[in-house]
């Protein structure tokens, strides 16, 4: 006779479970299989010696094929009949091992007879580490682990098994393997569970290939733990083809500082910032389209407000291979001025915090600032991993921009600077900011006001480009 029992999950009222029954006797027998399914956990069988292990959160129940014992975590628990096994699935008595898993491995779960439900456990509070993602990058997988506790990264044990699991082991970590289990993976990571220790938690991630060693760090004040997976190492040929596909510089995106509701810089004349770079980067985009074949993305076109982390998510999603980012200067100091290119890094001197600040103060108007909560110039470098790849291009690029804007304009050279501007985060391609002027210059606001003057900026940038796209993939010819 077949029948089923209900699952219930009291913390998760939309989750739902039917386990499928049948009686051998007067002993009413559920698929373990079934069992493991519903809550999310890991299970492996042996068939050579009939065995099975269930992978809870709490433990490992080890079942063997008509047997009146189940071992959980090394001791026994005595069944009122056998196990079955039919060559594939194992089936326990329901009632009596529905006992024994909420008294050890599901503590509190408890079997309802009027209801024919077997309850979960009511509380999963006390858990620190809890659901995974994954995001795909240009040069590899990032793995975001949400947790609600900071660990000390340094004691963060990782390694990757012969049989391709990068394990990661966290001290003073309690995962919540049923949420890590319904985590969604993809990219380098097949799937993922995790396992408590004594004094640690236990991360696994089935990796689709081999790859180095991963970067682990945690970001948003102990938000998120993060995994930085590096593609692997193609072999030579593969690798050369994979390259020049990826230098060949096909989509270059254009980001106008500021726009909308956010002016940035206003000089003494009362010309805006916005209205300067928005020009700029128009007459940017309409040399590129007209004398070249390359597709020309802008991360606004108009005079609308797009929020710093916006602008490099429209340039990852749009496959762009370079992000330029245009903004006019504004400073105390009436004197200075000149043009000057910026690298993402954590700033260096005075005067760049004090640049950096200014840009990034945009943040305020967003509708939702707290992703760029708790930027530490640690956290800065940790962060943007996916990028830093592209830093020896970043600067080479850089140069280029000064070189060319020197040869045009009758202005200073500043040279090549860092400091980190929330904008470029999470760019992953080469990115620069280029900072063409002072609005807070008297000369330099007249001359920004001239369509003549800009479109001398704009050549500039464009020819850089040129040059820059040339080298690169020069580069990539002479390596094949």
Known sequence: MADEIRVIFPNQPGHRATLNTFYRGQVEYLNTAELAEAFSIRYYVNNAVQKQVLHFREGEVKVTAFSSFVIIDDKSYQLPAPSYFDGRDFYLPARSFFRILGSTVLKGATFDESRRAFIGPRSLLGYNIHRASVEEKRNGTLIRVRTSQIFDAANIVRYITDNGWLVVQIPAGKVDTLELARSTMGGLIRNAWGRQLDNSAELRFKLNEKVPLPE?????????????????????????????????????VIDAGHGGKDAGTTGRGGLQEKTVCLDVALRLGKLLKRRTKMKVVYTRDEDVFVPLFQRTKIANEAGGKLFISIHVNGVKNRGARGFETWLLAPANTPEAIEIAQRENSVIALEESNHRYREFTDETLILSTMAQSVWMKESETLAAQVQQELAARLDSPNRGVKQADFYV???????????????????????????????QRISEGIYNAILKFKKQQEQAMASNQ
């Open 216 to 252: 682990v760090f945690q970001v948003d004040n102990g938000r998120e733990l993060h995994i930085a997976l590096r593609n692997p190492v193609r072999k030579k040929g593969n690798r050369t083809e994979e390259m020049r596909k990826l230098w060949y510089l096909n989509t270059i």
């Open 424 to 454: 470029l985060i999470g760019a992953t391609m080469p990115n620069v900011l280029v900072e063409i002027g002072f609005l807070s210059n008297r000369i330099e606001e007249k001359k920004l006001g001239q369509s003549e003057y800009r």
